[in-house]
T-cell receptor, first 112, second 117 residues
Framework: GNSVTQMEGPVTLSEEAFLTINCTYT??????LFWYVQYPGEGLQLLLK?????DKGSNKGFEATYRKETTSFHLEKGSVQVSDSAVYFC???????????FGKGTRLSVIA | GAVVSQHPSRVICKSGTSVKIECRSL??????MFWYRQFPKQSLMLMAT?????????EQGVEKDKFLINHASLTLSTLTVTSAHPEDSSFYIC?????????????FGSGTQLSVL
């Protein structure tokens, strides 16, 4: 079955540091890949997505590239801010009427 | 953009009572909605898939008599936690898939924090 493996957290970084959160997946088909973010006290929000190999999703300075050869979708940001502190979830969705499969989430804390 | 409205955002109830959570797609029709539960420090767990006009499909281990799901229209699905107990305290999230099915359009509600005393 489909699965998502996400690096364990928590991750603590200083402001302006470089961020990488690793995500790898297993899927039988050609899924769409997502990063969701959950800010404290709020629900999930879609951060970015990629629907096919070599696509790069980007938003708010974050980006992730769909790598079919390594089955990965690592999240990166060049310079994090305190306001980026949140829990980040990697997810995939097969085509068709299937729900998302989520990773366990990675908590990011950015300190000033 | 498309919006999924989920209410209430937070509810506190006494043990033994029932709580209804609504999930509405505001500007699109959703033939399919999904209900997730989020445990502390864990990922979202899919509880059930709700299809308009038919019975929900529950994931293994989810009690269908306890978590009643009704998807009566193309814009509304409800989750009712019946006879709630403290162990049901959790964060519940719905998501809705755009009926057009063009590309990947899946939208999330803002979640409901349920606390059972």
């Amino acid at each position: 079955g489909n699965s998502v493996t996400q690096m364990e957290g928590p991750v603590t970084l200083s402001e302006e540091a470089f961020l990488t959160i690793n995500c790898t997946y297993t899927a039988t088909g050609y899924p769409s890949l997502f990063w969701y973010v959950q800010y404290p006290g709020e629900g999930l929000q879609l951060l970015l997505k990629a629907t096919k190999a070599d696509d790069k999703g980007s938003n708010k300075g974050f980006e992730a590239t769909y790598r079919k050869e390594t089955t990965s979708f690592h999240l990166e940001k060049g310079s994090v801010q305190v306001s980026d502190s949140a829990v980040y979830f990697c997810a995939l969705s097969d085509t068709g009427n299937t729900p998302l499969v989520f990773g366990k989430g990675t908590r990011l804390s950015v300190i000033a | 953009g498309a919006v999924v409205s989920q209410h209430p955002s937070r509810v506190i109830c006494k043990s033994g009572t029932s709580v209804k959570i609504e999930c509405r797609s505001l500007d699109f029709q959703a033939t399919t909605m999904f209900w997730y539960r989020q445990f502390p420090k864990q990922s979202l767990m899919l509880m059930a898939t709700s299809n308009e006009g038919s019975k929900a499909t529950y994931e293994q281990g989810v009690e269908k008599d306890k978590f009643l799901i009704n998807h009566a229209s193309l814009t509304l699905s409800t989750l009712t936690v019946t006879s709630a107990h403290p162990e049901d305290s959790s964060f519940y999230i719905c998501s809705a898939r755009d009926k057009t099915g063009q590309g990947e359009k899946l939208f999330f509600g803002s979640g409901t924090q349920l606390s059972v005393l």
